[in-house]
């Protein structure tokens, strides 16, 4: 390589690492809009949380063939761009194979990374088949169409050109170190890529040199390109797993989180000493609590976080009760419209020199409708179906609580449970001193 060649290198490495961690700023930035919550709380299992389930992957093969097919293609993506480390140093500093003095380490390398490429390209042939071809249910929905379906898509197809880049690249580098070609050291192993390396005979080497070094720079170009195209893909579960899995809420499925407000008036009221009549001091400088949740500042940080975890593979709608049966109501498209309006929300804060101005659309009605809202059952099983521990129910009650404590816009039967409550102390019509009337009657 020459010095140019580094230079131009440092300045494509550069550029691809500054954009993306701008849009790592920007995530984060979206993010802490949510309410502060506190998941700080037994950090040993969130650890084995992290683990078991981002680590270790054991939600994926709860369904066993595509769940093996997924930890090939994150072991591989992972494995494989372990060898991004030598193409950076080899860049920066005009070397070639810099690890190769490794040995027989580095021949293995080499070798399984070969395999895990080629198995790559296997499991995602295969993820694209069930998407473009077979079209399961879930990837057919009327919430991935447009640019979610598009995205997938994408996604699949840029594997398959860094794999092959990857592969074509070892070829023709395997073809030159047989010629003899100086610079092109004896290293490695290509279980895989030995098989490509004729496709290069009957060429010269300088020919074949100039190949491998644009197969070189293609794939290391690609990498970054897909590196900072995560921001705007489905893919960011890739790095969000991680800390998605470990701030998890650890309560078990189905308790509630209490609103503290209303916790607070509760136990004014069971407390015998408390005076009911007396004025509550009031903090000048606090804001209005709201209850519940309209809009994605409303929400916590964590489940915004959720938000741009979710992986969009639907599992969490295909086991959904209320979608089985025709009803509106989808988990993921939950997640994805808070994804959504989070990243509206954030545009017009850059838009407005970081100070967000009203701009009269909210989550709730503009991307949620109550009707979704009020179609879940709260059964946690999309919960339970997650990969990575999103819980787009959270989300759902706490835009429930607004509608309800806010708005006093729940459907009609929960009015009438709720006014009974309050008249009755049941949910039931009768009053009190009727409720065992039923024992006296007549079988």
Known sequence: MSYLDNIFFLILLSIGIGYFTINVKKILRNINLGKDVNRKDNPSARWRNL????LGQSKMVKKPVMGLLHIIVYVGFIVINLEVLEIIIDGIFGTHRVFAPLGSLYNFLIGSFEILAFLVLVAVILFWTRRNVIK???FVSSDLKGWPKSDANYILYFEVVLMSLFLLMN???FWLQQAGVSHYVQAGSFPISHFLSPIFNGMSESAVVMLERTFWWLHISGILVFLNYLYYSKHLHILLAFPNTYFADLN????LDNLESVTNEVKLMLDPNADPFAA??????AVPSKFGASDVQDLNWV??????TC???GRCTDACPANQTGKKLSPRKIMMDT?????????????NKGVFIPDNISLLNNYITAEELWACTSCNACVEECPVNISPLSIIIDMRRFLVMEQSAAPQSLNAMMTNIENNGAPWQYNQQDRLNWKNESS
């Open 280 to 285: 509550q001091p009031v903090d000048p400088n």
């Open 171 to 173: 070829a023709s580098d």
């Open 252 to 255: 078990p499925k189905g308790e």
């Open 311 to 313: 992986t969009e593979c």
């Open 136 to 138: 399961l249910k879930r």
């Open 51 to 54: 683990a078991i389930i981002a």
């Open 303 to 308: 489940q915004l976080l959720n938000a741009y």
């Open 339 to 351: 994804r959504d309006r989070m990243e509206e929300v954030g545009r017009n804060i850059d838009k």
